[in-house]
T-cell receptor, first 108, second 116 residues
Framework: DAKTTQPPSMDCAEGRAANLPCNHS???????VYWYRQIHSQGPQYIIH???NNETNEMASLIITEDRKSSTLILPHATLRDTAVYYC?????????FGTGTRLQVFP | GAVVSQHPSWVICKSGTSVKIECRSL??????MFWYRQFPKQSLMLMAT?????????EQGVEKDKFLINHASLTLSTLTVTSAHPEDSSFYIC????????????FGPGTRLLVL
């Protein structure tokens, strides 16, 4: 699986959009990009995943660059409950290998 | 949908005893389940992949005789920590793979183990 790189931490004001970047420059053609988040002392929560096209669901939007070397997770209107560690994972296998993620702090 | 449960949510045991943790997919069948471990302020570490009806596949460095995994049905996998020691104290998390949906994994809420 391709290695991903994320900033260690980010802040976002409540109500504003949170844009979380992820670099996966060595991603291969059949690897999906998955996003999960982990709120303190809980199991990871699935957010969204995609292969080539941008994706949107009720939680977030995933924007994947045309060369697929990076992606951005967008939480359109962040709330205090979105404070968590966000993990970006590139994988084409059963396994999900977690990196260190981005700690997003949403403040009032 | 896609709910995964774990039991117990937390457990305290004495050193040398064995502890069993259950992972259930409540509303879907999972041919593959995964077990992770997470130490404080660290990321999740994959321990093993559990396939229904066959032996689990362990990641490098994970002792298969210490962490016994059984995946007896399409909705249940168990992890038994045998002869637990204080260094086994950790947050154990399972996940189940939902087939037919880009192989998305859904995670349980985790089990916190404290070995005294």
């Amino acid at each position: 699986d391709a290695k991903t790189t994320q900033p260690p931490s980010m802040d976002c004001a409540e109500g504003r959009a949170a844009n979380l970047p992820c670099n996966h420059s060595t991603i291969s053609g059949n690897e999906y990009v998955y996003w999960y988040r982990q709120i303190h002392s809980q199991g990871p929560q699935y957010i969204i995943h995609g292969l080539k096209n941008n994706e949107t669901n009720e939680m977030a939007s995933l924007i994947i660059t045309e060369d697929r070397k990076s992606s951005t997770l967008i939480l359109p209107h962040a709330t205090l409950r979105d404070t968590a560690v966000y993990y970006c994972i590139a994988s084409n296998t059963d396994k999900l290998i977690f990196g260190t993620g981005t700690r997003l702090q949403v403040f009032p | 949908g896609a709910v995964v449960s774990q039991h117990p949510s937390w457990v305290i045991c004495k050193s040398g005893t064995s502890v069993k943790i259950e992972c259930r997919s409540l509303d879907f069948q999972a041919t593959t389940m995964f077990w992770y471990r997470q130490f404080p302020k660290q990321s999740l570490m994959l321990m093993a992949t559990s396939n229904e009806g066959s032996k689990a596949t362990y990641e490098q460095g994970v002792e298969k005789d210490k962490f016994l995994i059984n995946h007896a049905s399409l909705t249940l996998s168990t992890l038994t920590v045998t002869s637990a020691h204080p260094e086994d104290s950790s947050f154990y998390i399972c996940s189940a793979r939902l087939q037919g949906a880009g192989e998305t994994q859904y995670f349980g809420p985790g089990t916190r183990l404290l070995v005294l």
